[in-house]
């Protein structure tokens, strides 16, 4: 269980996002494995957001925010206040990206990534 893998720290997520540049179409994906009984559970599906506004980052974004929200839920609804969860993604640029000193200015709101 997702659940006894948090508090027994041993919850690895993997998580990653694609994006289609011709239908502006983002998507993600997301696998929870505990390393001794392996697959718990996997998820994907479409990213939210204006077709105009999709981009790769937008995905790979994506891609890590959803299990971080599914572990907060589990945490949440089990009462967990401690724990571990590794996440494993290929998301270095866009973590990169969202992590940078942003600017003053409309520039920022006019980016397809802000919101995340």
């Not at 790769?56 to 299990?67: D, F, K, N």
């Not at 990169?96 to 520039?107: C, D, L, M, V």
Request: net charge negative.
């Amino acid at each position: 269980m997702v659940k006894d893998a948090i508090q027994d720290k041993s919850l690895l997520a993997c998580s990653d996002g694609a994006y289609h540049p011709d239908t502006s179409e983002d998507s993600l994906g997301w696998i929870f494995h505990q390393e001794a009984s392996g697959e718990l559970v996997v998820g994907s599906g479409p990213v939210d957001g204006h077709l105009s506004m999709m981009a790769s980052y937008r995905a790979e974004l994506g891609g890590i925010q959803a299990p971080i929200y599914v572990i907060s839920k589990i945490c949440i609804y089990y009462h967990i206040t401690s724990g571990k969860a590794t996440l494993i993604c290929d998301n270095k640029g866009a973590i990169s990206k969202a992590f940078k000193k942003p600017q003053i200015g409309i520039s920022p709101f006019l980016s397809t990534d802000f919101d995340l």
